[in-house]
């Protein structure tokens, strides 16, 4: 379900998907990935490497193991002093060695503790002294000039947040920001710096918050907008962000979609790319994760379906810890690249 008014254009104008473009969807054998995981942290760092920490696994139990991905193959990376299990969680880079953990759902429930790992070294430290914003999962982190952000979210009393808060890297300070317009959990952040910097968060919303004059905004509603979605995959090259699948709900029911839009954050323009019929779109995809690696979108993970769809969300909603629900969910072990 790519619009609210139309379930599938791919179904309506097969010629047009399979006319001859550059375009191309293929799969790929798997690479020597870590286990199953559901709801673990991804980043892609400046050099190009993807790390994934924690996430729960297909038993059910929660981790704090981190992986790289180098090519075609997953390594686990070897840690001194690592975090809580927990899954969840957002992971940001905060200088040229340093990634920044925070918050997620632990063993005991919420967690809203900050921790810093060290790549050179491969060591953890904290978590951070300094009094943190409450605890949170599914919330977005984004990092500027000095101080890494956390907003939105699930709180503790299973409501979405829409709150703002700014920890002061050297200073080891939070701060309270300005609230968004709307609330949102298992959305996306990044920031793009032109005449000024913003953070833009996409998925069940889309905003801007301008880190400098401390002000929130909607983005305009231009080109192919998509419907809100949940815990779709994203991954960002230059000033495009490609989103793919994720849950789509109508108020009444929760759908899991296939469909795969960019975002240009220098125009902040939306495009449906129709030309390519995309993977799974008999099923739909959610709680995958993507990444560019040489050129190439590479999407992984996450589940399948949309039967139990709803039980997720109302999970994911409350105090009660999400269990994995392999007899609703399918696991997606393909992977997929994109040329574009």
Known sequence: MCFKWVFSVMALFPALALAGHAESWN?????????DRYGPAVIVLDDGRVLRFGGEDYRG???NNIFGFFGNLWEPLPTTAPPPARLGASLTQVSDHEVALYGGMGESGLLGDLWILDLETNGWRGPAAGKAPPARKFHVAFFHEGTLYIAGGVGEDGKPRRDLWGYDMEHNVWTRGPDAPQDFWGAYATVRCGPRCSAYVLGPVALAYDPVRRRWEHLPAKGDVPPPKYLAAFARRGDRVHMFGGLYTDGKAVYSTSCHFSYDLSTRTWTYHRRVPPPFQGAGIWGAWAYWYKDVLWIEGGFLGWLCAKLLVEAIL??????????CFPRNERVYQWRP
């Not at 799969?27 to 286990?35: F, K, L, M």
């Not at 409350?318 to 007899?327: A, K, V």
């Open 61 to 63: 139990n929660l981790q």
């Open 27 to 35: 799969q790929i054998p798997a690479p020597d990935s870590p286990s």
């Open 318 to 327: 409350s105090g009660i810890h999400p269990l994995f629900m392999p007899d």
